[in-house]
């Protein structure tokens, strides 16, 4: 099974660091947030990554090379011009293959255990969710035992983590170009395409300069 970092974001609200620098090379403890990914998915067992990339692009392919000094080895997917988290997926399929792949947003930090995910994909897609973060308290879909659902109002509700698994076929009908993924996801959901577990562990969305501190604390009591 293969694995898919999403690195294409700006990072507007980490600036000045991502003036220079891309999103996924900001440092927490000292490394790149990406390397803590292609080291977990190394760990688990995924060697073929493919990581997409815009902004500052070129940067992320020269620190990372081929993936050989972390156990992987790295396809790159470059995008031109942003293409949203859909219109990413959707143009690094001919990268990924015909089967089940993972996909993990390059912005977050967890310690979350990808070996979990190398199970049969019963639909269209498997989501790791979390408890709604301070900055997203109104969460975005329901789990229902192993079902997704898409929240209701006064739903209890949890938040995507940007960990999933997802078979080609969600994109079925999709054209090249900029789309999001929530409102596919959401299609699947209604047809009970979708399963999903709650992550167990630590996760941070590394969205501002406050939640890069949050990572870095919780790196420092991990040590």
């Known amino acids: 099974m293969k694995a898919m970092i999403l690195a294409a974001g700006k990072g507007e609200r980490l600036r000045p660091l991502t003036l220079h620098t ?33 902004w500052l692009g070129q940067q992320i392919e020269d620190h990372l090379g081929d993936g050989s000094r972390f156990g992987v080895s790295i396809q790159y997917s470059a995008e031109g011009e942003p293409l949203e988290t859909g219109g990413g997926i959707f143009k690094a399929l001919a990268l990924l293959g015909d089967s089940p792949f993972v996909v993990v947003n390059g912005d977050i930090w967890t310690d979350y255990d990808f070996a979990g995910l190398r199970q049969p994909l019963t639909g269209l897609a498997h989501l790791v969710l979390v408890d709604n973060p301070a900055h997203h308290t109104t969460g975005d879909f329901c789990l229902s035992g192993t079902q997704v659902q898409d929240g209701a109002p006064g739903a209890d509700t949890l938040t995507y983590s940007g960990i999933a698994v997802m078979a080609p076929e969600l994109f079925q009908g999709c054209t090249a170009g900029a789309f999001k993924l929530a409102p596919l996801l959401r299609k699947a959901m209604a047809a009970g395409q979708v399963t999903g577990e709650r ?25």
Do not use: C
């Not at 090379?25 to 688990?44: C, K, Q, S, W």
């Open 199 to 223: 992550l167990q562990g630590h996760w941070v969305d590394v969205g501002t300069h406050e939640r890069l501190a949050e990572v870095e604390s919780l790196i420092k009591g991990a040590l």
């Open 22 to 54: 891309p999103k996924p090379l900001i440092r927490a403890g000292g490394v790149p947030l990406i390397e803590y990914h292609l080291r977990a998915l190394a760990t688990a067992g995924f060697t073929e990554i493919v990581i997409n990339h815009a």
